[in-house]
């Protein structure tokens, strides 16, 4: 069995046994590593070099693997990752940020989100892809943009509800938090107006939206990390309030999340102690100082996390995904600067399983902090 450790593909997952094999999104395409003992791997492949991979996801139904890149589209591999092909037929924008897979009525579904903020869908594995346009319906869309040039928005992350196999949620960066029930022919903006947990203040429209979990025992329970917290609802999106840890900085940049989908109390968040801005502001003194943090308690409360990660960390966790098996999760968090940790006992230890690998990284990221030291 295989897992993907990638900025905008598949996040969770849940098996039988622990998977032997893991495949790295780096700026110079896959990286498979393959285990040898716990918090050992080995690298035993590379593909698709000379793209910065931004997604991985897995159909499970026939086992193809698809890997999307930043400005390099996406490509699919029919043989357990030894040959691969581009498939992109239909696909109106090559940016791809995001991509993810599901099983309707029986058939494979795979999604593909770009830059600017498109949602693609091919139930043909890939070979053909319409889009899904009523997207660009909603009310906001001209408000969607970016910080950084050129501006543009990107749809982040793609999602499903557990429990309704015509729901899909589609994070935009920055813009929106979007829910379709119909498989994508209409959308609802769902990111509206809430409190902080405290109830002192209100949160205006959360904007910088960048992935969510829906939580299988309640569907209307939604958890969406955005530029500077963790936005939860109880109400499938009615109204929200603000989350954050006891350390974080009012700009604190919350990105990669996971959890145990058996027991969705217990989540892990991977955190910037600054947003991008502040390591644009600084240049060669950029620090990102990413932390990895847990919460027992369905993030009403965190803890950041030691046990064999370094203390001070001058990258960013550009990813982070979690396999369960028999109620225990290995985490794994790749770095912008190269670097793999893996823990097997739900975050308690951590072991640097890979480093010397290009930066696992959202585009651009990577740059940012490349000069700091």
Known sequence: MAIGLSHGGTNVYSAGARSNQLWVATKDGLVQLERESVGKWREVQRALRGQHISAIVFEKTTNTIFAG??????????????????????????????????????????????????????????????????????????????????????????????????????????????????????????????????????????????????????PDNIYVTGGAGLYVTHSGGGNWERWTATDWAADVYPDGFTWNPKNPDLMFVSAAEHNPATWRKAGPAARAEGKIYRSKDCG??????????????????????????????????????????????NGETWALIADNLTPISKKGHEWLLAAAS
């Open 300 to 345: 009403k409360s965190w803890e950041r996390l030691g046990g064999g990660l370094p203390a001070s960390l001058k990258h960013e966790f550009g990813a982070l995904c979690a396999e369960e098996v028999d109620g225990v999760c290995a985490i794994f968090g790749g770095t912008t600067g190269g670097e793999v940790f893996c823990s097997e006992d």
């Open 69 to 218: 890149a930043f400005f390099g589209s996406v490509h699919a591999s029919a043989d357990g990752g030894k040959t691969w092909e581009r498939r992109d037929n239909g696909i109106a924008y090559h940016d791809v940020y995001s991509l993810a897979t599901n099983v309707v009525d029986g058939k494979a579904r795979v999604y593909c989100g770009t830059q600017p903020a498109h949602i693609f869908v091919s139930e043909d594995l890939g070979a053909h892809w319409r889009e899904l346009p009523s997207m660009r319906a909603v009310e906001s869309v001209g408000e969607w943009s970016f910080p950084a040039a050129p501006h543009v928005a990107h749809t982040k992350f793609i999602t499903f509800d557990p429990f309704d196999q015509n729901a899909i949620y589609a994070c935009v960066e920055q813009g929106a938090f979007l829910k379709s029930t119909d498989l994508g022919q209409s959308w609802k903006q769902l990111n509206t107006v809430g409190f902080y947990k405290d109830k002192s203040r209100p949160v205006e429209h959360f904007y910088d939206v960048h992935r969510c979990l829906i939580d299988p025992r309640k």
